[in-house]
């Protein structure tokens, strides 16, 4: 062995020797794949203007907002997560939900601050249940998977709003009921088409139930929002 | 530690030092070893989640006590070739990078011990359905020790649901509560039963010389929560005094019941028996009267007539109470200042 590490030495040094001083073949090689790569996978950053940054990202959550609405077995909610869209909808759920009770003071701060901990803290300990249960995902990404399946629940809120300033009878309660389930429905769809597959076959159910549940008591939440 | 007597012990005649062998090697790592095995719930994530808990700290201390002998040193370079500038400088610079370092290395630990709890949710789901049937049926059995599940699922689940179920109740209820918010209060009701109840429990079961570990009364008393969490959704929603009453004797009585049989199986002696049973029972129950009649819609009128608008802080009022007292103010106000614009 050591013998022919001794012979390899030589011969490697020599070989470097040679294709510095008169090989031009090697030389093209060697800095050709260097240029092709750095124009075309690095996209430098710094040098781009702030627009296009940001109107890069925006379209990623957009794409991702397409994946929740139409929910088919992809992985690019889970493949490369941010935390963009689910600070988005909660905020602009919190808001909406906050709207109803500014001019009363004394009820305006809690509201705000009880949507957004119910949605972090809801999504962090369903979360932690799967870890707990034995699912392979990780927090980050089950974080973004819940926070963007909230997405129809928000939209439900939107329209809530919209019913309750045209009027506010028994007909707009159903209405109202109406779209809040079926969004509620479709967010648990969504969320489970994205999640179950990390969980372990058989206990898919104890995974699911606390899904379940937070956004059970987000759309109960949407649902019972009057402007007073 | 082990290391340095090891040495010692080779140090001296192998005839004379055999008895000491045996002991030195019982008090190195070895005893690590000894005490896992001897862990009752048998579990080898527990064991592995300790392990690396221990080698971490270790890890950390030696980490630290090498970071103040180097401080050591270069202080006292600093002190003749630099000024106290430098120093300060340096020293508070540490002083950040460790508090750091720590905080980090704790999450991290926090995140990686997760796996101690991992035996805890080991469960099926038809597991979890038969136990949740299970606890509204008392056995009678008295003399052999009745068996508990030691499990958390099932438990934490059923503390979220009853969250929601009380917030559904606050929510219906127009209960506002001031210097907090309802999510927190349903929060701190619900875990703080389940866990002062059941510790309260557990030292009454340790005074009384009951067979139960802290963990089995976790699991016990969660899943006694099922029945509550049934009664509280149904009055909820359908508001008839003669139905709560009925329920609360009957769907209350038997998750309580089949507590007590537990209990009263794993207790020698009457005295005992009847201490723990009574407490967990009255405990029990009237926790379930306490969260409907606090969270009902009647309890506003008679927080109204009993506290009028003159209440103190942290403590539920009806929503209209502040507009009242603003009215009634403004329009005193008003007549006096026409009173006196008249005269």
């Not at chain 1, 699912?135 to 980050?140: H, N, P």
């Not at chain 1, 089950?142 to 019913?163: E, K, N």
């Not at chain 2, 917030?167 to 929060?187: C, F, N």
């Amino acid at each position: 062995m050591a013998d022919v590490e001794e012979l390899n030495k030589p011969l490697f040094a020599g070989l470097s020797d040679v294709s510095i001083a008169d090989d031009i073949p090697v030389e093209g090689q060697i800095t050709v794949p260097v240029n092709s790569s750095s124009a075309n996978d690095e996209i430098s950053t710094l040098d781009e203007p702030v627009k296009d940054t940001i109107l890069r990202d925006l379209k990623a959550v957009g794409q991702k907002f397409v994946h929740v609405l139409y929910p088919k077995k992809s992985s690019a909610l889970l493949r490369d997560w941010d935390l963009w869209g689910p600070l988005l909808l909660c905020v602009s759920l919190a808001l909406m939900l906050q709207g109803g009770s500014v001019d009363s003071k004394d009820d305006g701060g809690p509201q705000f601050a009880e949507v957004f901990v119910i949605v972090w803290f809801g999504s962090i300990i369903i979360t932690v249940n799967s870890k707990l249960l034995g699912g392979t995902i990780s927090f980050f990404q089950s974080l973004c998977v819940l926070g963007y399946c909230i997405l129809p629940l928000t939209a439900a809120m939107l329209v809530c709003r919209l019913v309750l300033l045209s009027s506010s009878g028994i007909t707009s309660f159903i209405v109202r009921l109406v779209v809040v389930s079926a969004s509620f429905g479709w967010s648990t769809f969504a969320s489970t088409a994205f999640l179950a597959d990390s969980q372990p076959p058989n206990r898919k159910a104890l995974a699911i139930y606390p899904v379940f549940l937070f956004y059970f008591v987000i759309g109960w939440m949407i649902l019972t929002f009057s402007p007073s | 530690m082990s290391a340095s007597e090891g040495a010692k012990n080779t140090n001296a005649e192998p005839w004379g030092g055999f008895d000491d062998n045996i002991m030195i090697q019982g008090s190195g790592s070895a005893v690590i070893d000894m005490e896992n095995m001897d862990d009752t719930s048998g579990s080898s994530f527990e064991d592995m989640g300790e392990m690396h808990q221990r080698m971490k700290e270790e890890e950390e201390v030696a980490a630290e006590a090498a970071a103040t002998e180097d401080d050591g040193g270069e202080d006292g370079e600093f002190l003749g070739m630099k000024g106290l500038k430098g120093q300060l400088g340096r020293q508070v610079a540490d002083e950040v990078w460790k508090a750091g370092k720590r905080q980090a290395s704790k999450a991290f630990n926090l995140y990686a011990n997760i796996d101690i709890l991992r035996p805890y949710f080991d469960v099926e789901p038809i597991q979890v359905r038969n136990r949740l049937l299970e606890s509204m049926i008392p056995l009678k059995m008295i003399n052999f020790p009745q068996k508990i599940a030691g499990e958390l699922y099932g438990p934490m689940m059923l503390v979220f649901t009853m969250v929601a179920i009380l917030l559904h109740g606050m929510k219906t209820s127009g209960t506002v509560i001031r210097e907090g918010t309802l999510m927190g209060t349903a929060i701190g009701t619900c875990f703080g039963y389940w866990l002062g109840t059941s510790s309260f429990v557990y030292f009454v079961a340790y005074l009384c010389n009951s067979q139960i570990t802290m963990l089995q009364m976790l699991s016990l008393l969660g899943y006694g929560l099922f029945g509550h969490c049934v009664v509280l959704f149904i009055t909820y929603n359908v508001h008839f005094h003669s139905l709560f009453y009925i329920l609360w004797l009957v769907i209350g009585g038997l998750s309580t019941l089949r507590m007590v049989a537990v209990l009263i199986s794993r207790t020698v002696g009457k005295t005992s028996r009847l201490i723990l049973c009574g407490t967990l029972a009255a405990l029990h129950m009237l926790f379930l009267l306490y969260l409907h009649f606090a969270y009902h819609k009647i309890v506003e009128g008679i927080l109204d007539t009993l506290e009028g608008p003159n209440v103190p802080p942290i403590q539920r009022v009806a929503r209209d109470i502040p507009n009242v007292a603003s009215v009634v103010a403004n329009s005193t106000v008003r007549s006096m200042a026409v009173v006196i614009q008249s005269q």
